[in-house]
């Protein structure tokens, strides 16, 4: 099993520039999320997804959209990258409520 | 509203020392579910431990202990014998019943460094 895994691993943007985060999981769980980590701020959740076709607004939705259409795959969209969205973005899955997350090895994203 | 607070930015500890990570959590719930994850300089998220709140026994595993304590809302972290390995950042992290233990929210982390 691969896990969870993140695409693509570094990317570059320019301020405008839209992009999509693409997260996969072969451990067929219903929950999957995407949280930004910045310095002394931790990981703070931007959205969330308890199955195939649902998706809920986190702590900072702000500048992204989320699409679950299928149930192993969880995308990220940034429609109008900015500055303040250079983060390392991480995804992560479990397979209910209350069990621990299983992380992504995390997405590098710097805008200009 | 969920609240976890980790007070301690950065530790720094001798090799062979004992540290202990405070993590403090709000919540007006009364079921929730607590973890710990490290992130080692490689950047990976690693599980440490879950507990849920009807269960406020004391866990070691290895040189790792945790003491829950409902009545302060802590559920601290304790590393014996410190090793260079164990640098790394930790999280604590909460997730309550009335969302369905949907949401997970993180602390801030912990730097901890062991230093040789």
């Known amino acids: 099993n691969a896990g969870v895994t993140q695409t693509p691993k570094f990317r570059v943007l320019k301020t405008g520039q839209s992009m999509t985060l693409l997260c996969a999981q072969d451990?067929?769980?219903?929950?999957m999320y995407w949280y930004r980590q910045d310095p002394g701020m931790g990981l703070r959740l931007i959205h969330y997804?308890?199955?195939?076709?649902?998706?809920a607004k986190g702590e900072v939705p702000d500048g992204y959209n989320v699409s679950r259409l299928k149930k192993q795959n969880f995308l990220l969209g940034l429609e109008s990258a900015a500055p303040s969205q250079t983060s390392v973005y991480f995804c992560?899955?479990?397979?209910?409520?209350?069990?621990?997350?299983?992380f992504g090895p995390g997405t590098r994203l710097t805008v200009t | 509203a969920q609240k976890v607070t980790q007070a301690q930015t950065e530790i720094s500890v001798v090799e062979k020392e004992d540290v202990t990570l405070d993590c403090v959590y709000e919540?007006?719930?009364?079921?929730?579910?607590l973890f710990w994850y490290k992130q080692p300089p490689s950047g990976e998220l690693v599980f440490l431990i879950r507990?849920?709140?009807?269960?406020?026994q004391n866990e070691i595993s290895g040189r790792y202990s945790w003491n829950f304590q409902k009545s302060t809302s802590s559920f601290n972290f304790t590393i014996t014998a410190s090793q260079v390995v164990d640098s790394a950042v930790y999280f604590c992290?909460?997730?309550?019943?009335?969302?369905?233990?949907?949401?997970?929210?993180f602390g801030p982390g912990t730097s901890l460094s062991v230093i040789p």
């Open positions: 919540t007006r719930d009364t079921t929730y579910y």
């Open positions: 992560a899955s479990r397979w209910t409520g209350g069990d621990e997350q299983y």
């Open positions: 451990m067929n769980h219903e929950y």
């Open positions: 507990r849920n709140s009807f269960d406020e």
């Open positions: 992290a909460l997730s309550e019943a009335k969302t369905s233990y949907d949401k997970v929210i």
């Open positions: 997804s308890v199955g195939e076709g649902t998706t």
